[in-house]
């Protein structure tokens, strides 16, 4: 949430390289500004704040110096630094010697230089009067750590020691002044010489809206350290009245109106107490110069705390306000359900949820989600939702969900848990995104696949078919539907290689029909396919699947027959030439059926059989022998 935060004054100089010091933007004019402030504020903190007991009750002057480097490069820190030296010594002029000068000067430079890197080096690229962290890191190691340091060297180098605090004691009023300086007028200043952005708690000293508040504190600061008009002089009175004077302004304004109270209140308290008016006068009390400081520096502490956490609480509303804004803006539903209630009822939904569901929102606080399946309670996506729910682990899942007009909308669900600082589960957001128009077109599309792949199927098996039509086409004598004499020379190819190689016998029968000629002759050609076609179909019929008739020539057939021995083959022949002897075939236009013969020739592979034409030329010389031999009968080869 930080990083949303609103930018803030008081920035590194790694973040703001061109700090704005009211606009100078060369080097030497802000020596020059920051040169003048250091020597005006030196001159009224010795002139007015300058203790009884030694060393100034509030040192200003380190003030501006740190509000300087804060805003620069720390290439320019040097500069800075260097310009303390001839500043203190003006500002000491009359009042110290000048190796004591000199050694203020170092004691002044050391405790800026010292504040300025640890605080940068603590609070980032970023450092901010306006967030708790910073200002207790600038509290601890600018006023604290660094002003102690100096004090130290400073109370060592001062004459002599304030009678009756010693060492220790002078050192700790020397401590409490650098340290008020720089709490008062450090924010100050970071505020005035900030860039100038558009917030409203930013550059209040800009502002004349607070001015009455301001001359409220005057006033009651003037009532309190006022003895010599009021006769008021009691301590316990300068806290009741005043610290919630100065926690009222920084309440209001954030840090920087803590620090003008303080500023205040430290002026008018230690020029007054200087004349010997108000309860810390040194008539009231003893050693009263560090009483106020204490008492400054309660007040300038609870300046500071409660206006870094004022500022910080606003920060965290604004950021809060604009996440709010931006999920009341989203154009998804989003709901979120309290985890640490029975059943997790919704806490909160957005306007798009009740928009989109036709929902009120008092019909849906209170309740649990599952209203929005309604009676679906079987859904894949719905068993995911409750195991994340069960395991407060995020999940993704589409669901089926119902508006409350019945209508059925598909939901993308987005559910995230949330988690205490402490780890507890403390919530669920669920983001809705109405996907129905997307999955709408998402089935149409899937329909529209499932079609075209139907269609697809049925072409390629139309192609297939066709493929395997246009195979037999090319394979088949068109008039008698046998295998033709291409299919059987590829097929007796594969066949004779496979009897060679597994040594399985293999016949072959070459038929002739007898007297064809004179079938043509005396009843035409027709009558002549007729028989064609009735003899193929006759001798298919007597035939295993494994094996082959084939039209040889114009009344020539083969018939190749695997696994077949001789004695097996001429048996075959038998079985058909008595087959076509028996058989009638009747023709249009003849009162008689037709009766033909058929002469056989049959031969079996062997090794004088080289190839296919071989077994087949065996073949046709012994249906040649059957011819001569006076046809209608069977001759085996080599018999
Ligand atoms: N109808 C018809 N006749 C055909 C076809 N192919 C060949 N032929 C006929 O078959 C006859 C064959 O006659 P030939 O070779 O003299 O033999 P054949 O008359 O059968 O006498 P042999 O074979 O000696 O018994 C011829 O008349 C051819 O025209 C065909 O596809 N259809």
């Known amino acids: 949430m930080d990083s949303l935060l609103p930018p803030t004054h008081g920035f590194t100089p790694a973040s703001i390289p061109r700090p704005h010091f009211w606009g100078l933007d060369a080097l030497w004019a802000r020596l020059l500004l920051v040169g003048v402030l250091y020597a005006a504020t030196g001159w009224l903190s ?61 004691a002044n430079i050391l405790e800026v230089l010292v504040g300025a890197y640890t605080i940068t080096r603590l609070c980032g690229r970023v450092f901010s009067v306006q967030r708790v962290v ?119 304004h954030g840090t920087v109106g803590g620090a003008w109270a303080s500023l205040w209140t430290a002026a008018i308290a230690i020029v007054l107490t ?13 050693r009263s110069d560090l009483q106020l400081q204490e008492f400054l520096l309660a007040v300038v502490l609870s300046a500071l705390g409660l206006g870094a956490f004022v500022l910080e609480a606003r920060q965290r509303e604004n950021a809060l306000r604009l996440f709010q804004r931006a999920v009341e803006a989203s154009d998804d539903s989003i709901a979120i359900a309290d985890a640490q209630v029975d059943d997790f009822p919704v806490v909160y939904v957005n306007q798009k949820f009740l928009s989109s569901t036709g929902y009120r929102a008092h019909e849906v606080l209170g309740h649990n989600c599952r209203f929005l399946s309604a009676h679906d309670r079987d859904q894949p996506g719905l068993h995911a939702v409750r195991q994340a729910l069960q395991r407060a682990e995020p999940v993704q899942v589409s669901l089926r969900n119902y508006r409350k007009n019945g209508e059925l909308y598909w939901n993308q669900l987005t559910l995230a848990p949330v988690f205490s600082e402490r780890g507890a589960l403390t919530h669920f957001i669920g983001v809705q995104h109405d996907i129905t128009d997307i999955k709408r077109t998402q089935d149409e599309l899937l329909a529209a696949k499932a079609a075209l792949e139907t269609q697809n199927q049925e072409l390629e098996d139309r192609v297939q078919e066709r493929t395997r039509e246009l195979e037999l086409l090319s394979t088949t004598d068109p008039l008698t539907g046998a295998r033709n004499r291409r299919y059987l020379m590829d097929q007796a190819a594969l066949e004779v290689a496979r009897a060679h190689r597994y040594g399985h016998p293999l016949s072959c029968l070459l038929f002739d029909i007898d007297h064809f000629k004179r079938v043509n002759d005396a009843h035409g050609h027709d009558v002549g396919d007729r028989v064609l076609i009735a003899i193929c179909m006759a001798v298919q019929a007597m035939l295993r699947p494994a094996d082959t008739l084939a039209r040889y020539g114009g009344e020539e057939f083969v018939v190749l027959l695997p696994d077949t021995d001789v004695v097996q083959a001429r048996y075959a022949g038998e079985r058909i030439r008595k087959a076509m002897q028996d058989m009638p075939v009747p023709a249009p236009g003849l009162d008689t059926p037709l009766r033909v013969t058929v002469s056989v020739g049959v031969a079996t592979l062997s090794v004088l059989h080289a190839d296919a034409d071989a077994l087949f030329k065996a073949a046709d010389t012994a249906m040649y022998q059957a011819k001569v031999g006076g046809r209608n009968r069977v001759v085996v080869a080599g018999e």
């Open 46 to 106: 010795v002139r007015f704040t300058l203790s009884p007991d030694g060393p100034a009750m509030l040192w200003l002057p380190n003030a501006v110096v740190l509000a300087a480097l804060l805003l620069s490069p720390r290439r320019q820190w040097g500069f800075f630094a260097a310009l303390m030296v001839p500043v203190e010594l003006l500002v000491d002029w009359g009042t110290y010697s000048l190796p004591q000068a000199l050694g203020f000067a170092t």
């Open 274 to 286: 200087a004349a010997e008016s108000g309860p810390y006068a040194s008539g009231n009390l003893p």
């Open 134 to 252: 910073h200002v207790g890191w600038f509290v601890v190691l600018g006023a604290g750590l660094a002003s102690g340091l100096s004090a130290l060297l400073g109370a060592l180098l001062h004459p002599q020691h304030p009678e009756g605090l010693g060492l220790w004691g002078h050192w700790l009023v020397w401590w409490l002044g650098d340290a008020l300086g720089l709490m008062v007028l450090t924010p100050l200043l970071l505020d005035l010489w900030g860039p100038q952005l558009k917030s409203e708690h930013l550059h209040l000293l800009r502002s004349w809206r607070w001015w009455p508040e301001t001359l409220l504190l005057v006033v009651l600061n003037l009532l309190v350290f006022g003895e010599r008009f009021t006769g008021l002089d009691s301590p316990a009175l300068s806290v009741v009245l005043m610290l919630p004077a100065v926690a009222w302004l920084a309440l209001r």
